[in-house]
């Protein structure tokens, strides 16, 4: 499950926020420095999110971050809210060993837990109601997502709040012209990866299809008083060390799985932007960036 981990529709990183369904597929251990180390990229994207949540809710008591994956948000919910105990909720356990590990290194250890178990049945096991449920594209991994709401909402204090971190726009890396190749290749990439993704969620478990209005979702679980809000990642050119990783990680899984569903001349254009002996790759080229919006949903429970 972890929200650090999906910044847009691609098959294996999206999983991990995902594929609380089915964790034996995944090597979580191998790929937990990958996950902690793009969900770090993102940290700018979260700080501005939670800064605007603890306008909402100003003193909770425990925050739980439902789809943890290696705790990168868990922390920052920690620092965003210094009175509160944070419970980082993960199917992974390596990725809770790394987030727990993460808490010690911060000096939050002595106000953080982990819990290990599939949403959203393992949320009751928390000891007691949260004041702030964080689900960063968590929920889309769930078959049946007005049902897991509920669940979500059924673990609310009175007052407490509901963040549902789902769609946004997908992110954008290159020019649209590459200076080879055809025009708009990230685009018809983006169309690859909405198939993939309605045949992801097709295939989930119990999966009931959702008009994705997430306000009307919310209050259709009893929630009230919705607000939505998007934040935005800007990353301009030259890139660092670190975001160049992230766009060839993200470009690699797309060639992995969507390679043969482009023609000969995309998949010659990928081939290039990921060799790294390539001037025109990813990890040379001047005009690399990192340009994406997530957007933020949250709903109150009645007092």
Known sequence: MAHEHDHDHVPHQHQHQHQHHDHGDLDWAEMAPLLESQAELFAPLYERALAWLAQQQTDPGLVVDAGSGPGVVSCLLAETFPGARVVAVDGAEPLLERARARAERLGVADRFGILAGELPGVLGDLDYPADLLWASRSLHHLGDQRAALAAFAGRLAPGGTLAVLEGGLPARFLPRDLGFGRPGLQARLDALQEEWFAEMRAGLPGSVAETEDWPALLAAVGLGHPHSRSFLLDLPAPATDRARAYVAATLSRVRDSFGDHLDADDRATLDRLLDPDDKAS??????????????????????
Do not use: C, G, M
């Open 282 to 303: 990813v990890h040379r080229r001047p005009d690399v960036f990192v340009l994406a919006a997530h957007t933020v949903h949250t709903a109150t429970k009645s007092l």
